[in-house]
């Protein structure tokens, strides 16, 4: 063993880096709870331009006629909206969670592959960079023959085809510029990303599980990693491919989507929405999982009905792969097929409903702690009950036909993945922010959070049901004075701005709290899952000693027994446990070997977006120095060694967490 | 199926519906007013599903409040039973909600066949989407328009739609629901008026920088009057007199580059489609470009000065016409009846 590290000490330029401080502790570190925090902070960075990208859209729609942007801006601002929200704010969010918790919750010191995390990471934090230096770079224009009356400014050289992109409006001929190339070229690096992440998270769920932990014992938020790992896994790469055509249409004159050459532009819209779908099942999974971890914490009882919310999880991941066309009713698809598609749609009504019911069976007989997380918690499941239902009504298909490409539709998809999967993610945010920052946030500011966010989100969406039912179409930069829409969009408007309010709220609680706010107990909560047994903040270690797990929620029945009725009651031990499990996270007894930093996720990375930029300008020069980057990280990841690294006073090296 | 929705229809509460419906006014692209039996039979079936998922949200509403009231912390509050589950519950509210959605599985499904049956006795229009307007063909009369879609009232039509570039979606709220116009393929989609009147309609699907001013107007015409407006259509364009301020308006059409793009039947005799819309009886349309402005001398004007302006990314290119020439313009294509 010596032997072959000597051998590859010799082999490698680099050492491995060492600093635990300081900037190049952040690029080089292989900690899942670095790279998660370092996820959350770029994947809100960006929701706060996605954020601000949809108020640019609520003034220009505040008023019928109106020209706060023009056309090309309008355009670019909603397909950067939706591109950004979905790839860059609400899914590493999602990944931010995963990162931190997944180790913590399954009781490991980190995941399977701590530099392909890290990898990861970088891979999506250059995409998005990627994507947006579609501002500085890249240009957009009319269709090839057709006219503009101004230039199109840098707010407008942006993708503008859509986050759904349809052909043949994204092709070369009717998009031309590189923006669309831009687009096309940065979800595909997005998706490497994804699919690093997803191979990496389900090995670590079925390889790295503390003792005792069963699967039917895992919390349910791992649960719904492992589900949505499925889901990226199965599904990113259909868009890899479906992209990829694009980018041959655009750059290398291939017809994949084009009829003049035998192409099928419908054929892009089935590949699109056979992952589009699941992806909004990635979307809102999570969500689910954090509900599900915190409505049963401030019950002060267990789950209700945890198979079946697995179950039901894994149900809708699955059939989510067969209501694609759904998206499609209006489009050329038979009526055998629609049929097919719209009762698909309702099945998976079923599965859903059952999880909601299950929630409100949790909180029915608990004993409700309506602390901020709480009311996220309960605010998700009543606007998502309205996101879902108003699902239902799309899967009648000749509704559906009424209602597609309007606002209700874009009232349907907010309820879900704003008042359902961001809704989830605040909950989560505030109910896991003690074990993050070993501080707590501020109860007050919390909870003016949600009411103005609750407030603020119903008086934007909610009229956007009644504005498409009356005829206001999706993706309008303008609409008519005569179509009698302007009052409920200009409520629709204020109710964004009350949205924003409520973030800046968030933002003010979690800078201040974050470095004053009261110090956190260990377990704030009186919580039920094992990383409530950590300290607070999270060592860097993770578990002193690797803990053992005999039941569900091993760590609420170590502190509660029940009495004879089924009431909880504290056991006597459990004050001790606390002290001890306390005491003994922070001193371990051994050394703790952990994953070496390194530098090469972020110079393997690196690559990709040169990658990206040779292909969109046709470059061998920058596609060169992509490779050697590519190469270089890659080479040196393969043959870095593996170095001593000291933590504490302890002098032998016991196990290795890292299957590096 | 008539019976079957009227049950469900005396249901409707009718505070709600008042509260719902009122909120706005007399919108011309309102989905829930029908004014045909394909838009009816849709809204009958939207409101079974709506009243049902009404009564759904209400439940889940009900019982999380009154759970937050009766459930909430209070300091003397026993800590709560552990329940886990409960079999039958669950099972419970797994198969009523799947009941009812067969419920509303069997109307949707028949619903879905009815509408795509082809109506006998129909008339087909042929619709045809450019980057940003409708073109309407009736073969049966050898008539092409642009903008607005002449129907007969009480009769049943079949479009036969295609689009030239990117996707279009047809969409006349009042009459049907939507369908897409796809490159390569036909795609079919029924209407139906009750009576006379105008419907207006727009292009659904993004289809580039003008897609929310490619609209159109759906015209139902009682009999009589549908057979006149088809023997006008019929006509070639007449000739303005010699001299006339309209005369000087034809040399401009004809000489400034207008020919390139446009046709007006028996004037520039060069048969076969053009990118843009046929203007021999362009006068008789009261909306223009897409059906986004009004065909009058003041919206025009700004329209035949700069196009782009008001539809970017448009294919008319601004000609730089004088201020004389577009009055001459102007005053030939209003004698275009």
């Not at chain 1, 792969?321 to 009526?335: D, E, K, L, N, R």
């Not at chain 2, 419907?199 to 009589?224: D, F, P, T």
């Amino acid at each position: 063993m010596s032997e072959t590290i000597q051998e590859k000490k010799l082999l490698t330029v680099f050492k491995r880096p060492s600093s635990s401080e300081g900037i190049w502790s952040w690029i080089t570190t292989v900690d899942h709870k670095r790279i998660g925090i370092m996820y959350g902070y770029a994947a809100f960075f960006f929701f706060l331009i996605g954020g601000l990208e949809a108020l640019l859209l609520r003034i220009q729609l505040a008023r019928p006629e109106n020209n706060f942007l023009s056309a090309a801006e309008y355009s670019a601002m909603f397909t950067m909206h939706g591109t950004t929200m979905v790839f860059l704010a609400i899914m590493p969010i999602s990944a931010a969670f995963f990162n931190y918790l997944l180790p913590l919750q399954i009781g490991a010191r980190d995941v399977a592959f701590p530099r392909l995390n890290a990898l990861s990471y970088w891979i999506w934090i250059f995409g998005g960079l990627f994507l947006y230096s579609t501002f500085i770079f890249g240009t957009a224009g009319a269709p090839e023959g057709g006219y503009l009356a101004e230039e199109i400014g840098w707010l407008g050289n942006a993708p503008s085809g859509g986050w759904f992109g349809y052909q043949p409006n994204a092709s070369i001929k009717y998009s031309p510029g590189t923006a669309m190339d831009y687009w096309a070229v940065g979800l595909q690096i997005l998706g490497i990303s994804s699919l690093i992440s997803a191979f990496n998270f389900i090995t670590t769920i079925l390889n790295m599980r503390a003792k005792g932990m069963r699967l039917m014992r895992m919390p349910v938020f791992t649960w719904m990693i492992f589900a949505t790992a499925f889901l990226l896994a199965f599904s990113v790469p259909i868009i890899a491919i479906a992209l990829f055509f694009v980018t041959f249409d655009r750059q290398f004159g291939t017809t994949f989507f084009l009829v003049e050459g035998g192409g099928d532009p419908v054929l892009w819209q089935h590949l699109f929405w056979l992952f589009g779908h699941p992806e909004v099942y990635i979307l809102i999974l999570p969500a689910f999982g954090i509900v599900s971890e915190v409505l049963p914490t401030f019950s002060r009882k267990p789950l209700f009905g945890y198979a079946a919310i697995v179950f039901a999880g894994f149900g809708i991941a699955f059939i989510g792969f067969g209501v694609w066309a759904h998206h499609m009713f209006a489009s050329s698809i038979s009526p055998v097929a629609q049929a097919g598609f719209g009762i698909s749609t309702m099945i998976i009504a079923v599965p859903t409903g059952v999880k909601i019911f299950n929630w409100l069976g949790t909180i029915w007989g608990g004993k409700l702690n309506l602390k901020t997380p709480m009311l996220f918690a309960l605010g998700f499941i009543a606007m998502f009950v309205i996101g879902g239902l108003s699902g239902v009504t799309h899967s009648v298909v000749p509704a559906d036909t009424q209602q597609t490409d309007t606002y209700y539709i874009v009232a349907h998809l907010h309820y879900v993945l704003f008042g359902g999967a961001m809704f989830g993610i605040f909950a989560g945010l505030y109910y896991w922010f003690p074990k993050v920052w070993g501080k707590m946030y501020n109860e007050k500011l919390g909870q003016l959070h949600f009411w103005l966010m609750i407030i603020g989100f119903n008086l934007t969406f909610g009229p956007m049901h009644w504005l498409g039912l009356k005829g206001q179409i999706r993706r309008t930069w303008v609409y008519a004075e005569e179509t009698n829409l302007g009052f409920w969009n200009m409520i629709s408007t204020i109710g964004s701005f009350i949205i924003a309010l409520s973030i800046i709220v968030f933002m003010a609680n979690w800078a201040y709290s974050r470095r004053k706010g009261p110090v956190a107990p260990m377990d704030p909560w009186d919580a039920r899952t094992i990383e409530w047994t950590v300290p607070s903040p999270t060592p860097v270690w993770n578990f002193s000693t690797p803990p053992e797990v005999e039941n569900l929620d091993d760590f609420w029945h170590k502190k509660y027994g029940e009495d004879s009725e089924g009431r909880a009651v504290r056991k006597d031990t459990a004050d001790q446990l606390l002290v001890d499990l306390e005491e003994d996270g922070l001193n371990p007894k051994e050394h703790i070997k952990l994953p070496n930093p390194s530098y090469f996720p972020f110079i393997l990375a690196l690559g990709l977006p040169l990658l990206g930029y040779a292909v969109i300008y046709k470059s061998v020069a920058l596609a060169g120095v992509g490779l050697v980057l590519f190469l270089i990280g890659g080479f040196g990841w393969a043959l870095e060694p593996i170095e001593e690294e000291t933590i504490e006073n302890s002098s032998t090296a016991s196990e290795s967490v890292g299957h590096e | 199926m008539s019976d079957y929705f009227l049950s469900i229809k005396k249901l409707k509460l009718v505070p709600f519906m008042v509260l719902f419906t009122s909120c706005i006014e007399n919108a011309p692209m309102d989905s829930l007013s029908p004014e045909g039996p394909y838009a009816r039979t849709i809204d009958d079936l939207f409101w079974l599903t709506f009243w049902i998922a009404v009564g759904v949200f209400f439940l889940v509403l009900t019982i999380l409040l009154v759970a937050v009231v009766i459930f909430r912390d209070k300091p003397d509050k026993p800590e709560p039973k552990q329940i886990h589950g409960n079999t039958k519950l669950e099972l419970l509210w797994t198969v009523i909600p799947a009941l009812i959605l067969v419920a509303i599985a069997i109307p949707t499904v028949r619903t879905i066949f009815d509408l795509a049956k082809e109506p006998e006795n129909a008339m087909k229009v042929e619709v045809v989407g450019h980057q940003w307007w409708f073109e309407f063909k009736y073969p049966q009369y050898g008539i092409t328009t642009a903008n607005v879609l002449i129907i007969p009232e009480d009769k049943p039509i079949r479009l036969e739609m295609w689009s030239n570039d990117v996707m279009h979606n047809f969409w006349v709220p009042k009459l049907n629901g939507k369908r897409y116009l796809v490159p390569g393929q036909i795609t079919y989609l029924n209407l139906y008026a009750d009576n006379t009147g105008e419907y207006w309609a727009q292009c659904g699907e993004y289809c580039g920088l003008s897609h929310s001013k490619m609209r159109a107007r759906v015209i139902s015409l009682s009999n009589s009057d549908f057979k006149m407006w088809v023997e006008n259509e019929q006509k070639e364009a007449r000739r303005p007199e010699e001299g006339t301020l309209a005369a000087k308006g034809e040399q401009i059409y004809l000489n400034a580059g207008c020919t390139q793009c446009h046709v007006i039947n028996g004037v520039w005799d060069i048969q076969g489609d053009r990118i843009a819309p046929n203007l021999t009886h362009v006068a008789g349309r009261h909306v223009l470009g897409g059906a986004s402005f009004e065909n009058n001398p003041e919206d025009l004007t700004k329209w035949l000065s700069n196009p782009a302006a008001i539809k970017p990314g448009t294919f008319m290119p601004n000609l730089e016409l004088t201020e004389d020439e577009i009055v001459a313009l102007i005053e030939y294509l209003g004698t275009l009846k």
